[in-house]
């Protein structure tokens, strides 16, 4: 038995002895090398975000008295124009007021007249030495008095037709109206805002822009374009950038001015677009042909090759006819503040 398994073994060495490939180790083919040839220019970030279109002026309409609307004469995105009625108050008080200013001034001019006729007759008994000086003086002083008295009165009668022109609220501009924040039957009080007013003219892309998008510059330029329809875009600039952040988003409000003439409504989504230019970091390589690989991993080359991928970047250099791969600083920094830095190869 033991005879037979060793003959065994020495038939199996035998086969697999056969089986072996008598050919020796081949050649690599050598590799080619594709290049290309960048231009430098700056590397830029696109991005989109969403808004809505409003004017470059609005204004918040408010009655200057308080009362109870009677009357409102327009609706949401009705256009009017500047000095239009838009709302009124009951004005009965305010009319009472004014017949009580009106009152009062026809009781002082008619203080006045008696005091006018009073000093004159003082002078004539003056002139004629009848009177004392004393009693002219008293009745020019009571003149004076009636005077002043009557200038006051139309003050306030003034004062009373310009409360009674308050009880209405009219357009200061032509514009659209796009906010109403009262109805008939409502008490409201002075500087509470009734209307928006949303002047003709140019307008703004309103876009709420969270904080992380200004680490970089932001190219000045860029497109607006309705969200109902994204492919007709219209050139915008970044007209103000609000130096503060909101507090209940964290976001940064930017107004982006368009032209009045743009096909764009008020109110209307859109969705800008516009480039972060990472600035200073300048993409650039000149590269020669004819590379070819080698058997032992080095690459040869009939010319040179000068290869740069901006300021603190890698570049590839050929150096006594063999290609070699430099490594310069990386400017992030590691842990513990040290810059991470790759050793050169080659």
Do not use: W
Not at 260 to 271: E, N, Q, R, Y
């Amino acid at each position: 038995m033991r005879t037979i398994l060793v003959a065994t073994a020495i038939a199996c060495a035998v086969g697999l002895g056969s089986c072996s490939d008598e050919r020796g180790p081949t050649e690599p083919t050598a590799r080619q090398v594709g290049v290309v040839v960048a231009k430098p220019e700056p590397l830029v970030q696109g991005g989109a975000v969403t808004g809505e279109v409003r004017a470059r002026v609005q204004t918040d309409l408010s009655f200057r008295v308080s009362g109870k609307i009677i009357e409102r004469l327009v609706e949401v995105g009705q256009s009017v124009k500047a000095g239009q009625l838009l709302a009124r108050i009951d004005p009965e008080e305010q009319k009472a007021e004014l017949d009580v200013a009106a009152a009062n001034l026809q009781s002082a001019e008619a203080q006045q007249t008696q005091a006018q006729l009073a000093y004159d007759r003082q002078q004539s008994l003056f002139r004629t030495q009848v009177t004392t000086r004393a009693a002219l003086d008293q009745a020019q002083e009571a003149l004076l008095t009636a005077q002043a008295s009557t200038k006051s009165a139309q003050a306030l009668l003034e004062t009373a037709q310009d409360t009674l022109s308050y009880t209405e609220l009219k357009a200061d501009a032509d514009g659209m109206i796009t906010a109403r924040n009262a109805e008939v039957g409502q008490v409201a009080q002075a500087a509470q805002v009734v209307f928006t007013l949303a002047h003709d003219g140019d307008r703004d892309a309103v876009f709420e822009v969270v904080e992380s998008a200004f680490l970089r510059p932001i190219d000045g330029d860029g497109t607006v374009a309705l969200l109902s329809n994204p492919s007709q875009k219209i050139a915008a600039k970044v007209r103000e950038i609000s130096p503060t952040i909101d507090s209940s988003t964290g976001t940064i409000k930017v107004k982006v001015a368009i032209s009045s003439d743009a096909p764009i409504p008020l109110g209307a989504p859109v969705v800008g677009r516009s480039r972060l230019c990472l600035a200073g970091r300048h993409p650039a390589s000149l590269v020669r042909h004819d590379i070819q690989g080698r058997q032992d991993g080095r690459m040869d080359c009939r010319s040179s090759i000068v290869c740069g991928f901006g300021k603190g970047g890698g570049c590839l250099r050929l150096r006594d006819r063999q290609l070699h791969r430099q490594v310069r600083r990386v400017g992030r920094r590691g842990r513990g503040g040290r810059r991470n830095q790759v050793p050169q190869a080659g």
